[in-house]
């Protein structure tokens, strides 16, 4: 890896950050708070929230076995993307690679930073082609994003073919698992420890089943999340946002029983949609979610809109011409899609 203050915009090597009320209080006694303007009257938010969310990384530090400096947390997976562009990537000079297709937003976070973003085909069957991806990389190349498990075409990477570019391109790597906890492969959270231009991203929003909270993870080394905390809003992440964490944070074995439901739904909805006369093809899933190839997609998704259900249009997506991409519901609502399918006589 380049050294991290050759990788980093000179702008942010030099910053000198916000200092809030709550970061410069450092005593440990303290009961009396006269310090940041804040009202008096317990509405009960009536003070600002923990700008490092201190309470929150203990939790995970305990869950994932890594020290809290390790972590960082933001408005949604959203808020950690958009930050390695502004901390990593020059605007207008350098640029940052990742395969096609892949989640949109790392897409739109390079255009709103102006920031050249370079599309590497997957292959036919969706798998990496870290060659190619690293054969693009130039000087200006910042960092290269991989989203395993993929959305939206479901399927995880293999572990070599991972290791293979976080290995050896020199600049960060950003590991995307926002479905990992659907997925039978490996993650890569713990190898930071090994890899020193890591970033994996984690979110509340999906096997958490908190998508309205809006709270995303990045785990990295604590170089890299010093960057990310000297860059954020100061208060990034609200009390409630905090509170509810901790309480979701306690009820992860209720998380897993979510997810064994949800594989074992994906299994039944996949079996149901091979007998479809319209179907065409499925890939291998590792998410919470199905693609699905059938023929006249386009107009099956019109027509579902008209059943009053709303499934993914792909179809306009690189490599996925004809595919719908469904996520898998509560059991009641997944019979809904099927049989809506099987009603569907063409027209
Ligand atoms: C849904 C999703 C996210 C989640 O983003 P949030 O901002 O945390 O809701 C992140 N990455 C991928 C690939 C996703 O599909």
Known sequence: ??????????????LTPYSCARDEYQGAEATVFLDANESPYNTPLNRYPDPLQRKVKDALSHIYGLRSECFFLGNGSDEAIDLV????????????????????????????????????????????QAERLLEVCNAQTKAIFLCSPNNPTGNAFTAEAIEQVVARFQGIVVVDEAYADFSSQPSWVKRIVDYPNLIVLRTFSKAWASAGVRLGLAFARPDII????????????SQLTQD?????????????EWVKRLLDERTKVVAALRLLPFYEKDYPSDANFVLVKLQGARRIYDYLIGQGIVVRDRSRVTLCDDCLRITIGLPTENSRLLAALRQYNGK
């Open 1 to 14: 890896m380049r050294p991290l203050e050759e990788l980093v915009r000179p702008n942010i090597c030099s």
């Open 85 to 128: 562009y502004r901390i990593f990537c020059r605007p207008g000079r350098d640029n940052v690679v990742a395969p096609d297709p892949t989640y949109g937003m790392y897409g739109v976070a390079a255009d709103i930073n102006d920031v050249e973003y370079r599309r590497v085909p997957l292959a036919a069957d969706f798998s990496l």
């Open 226 to 237: 010093a960057l990310f905390n000297k860059v954020k809003y100061p208060y990034n992440v």
């Open 244 to 256: 509810y964490a901790l309480e979701m944070l306690s009820r992860r074995y209720e998380v897993l």
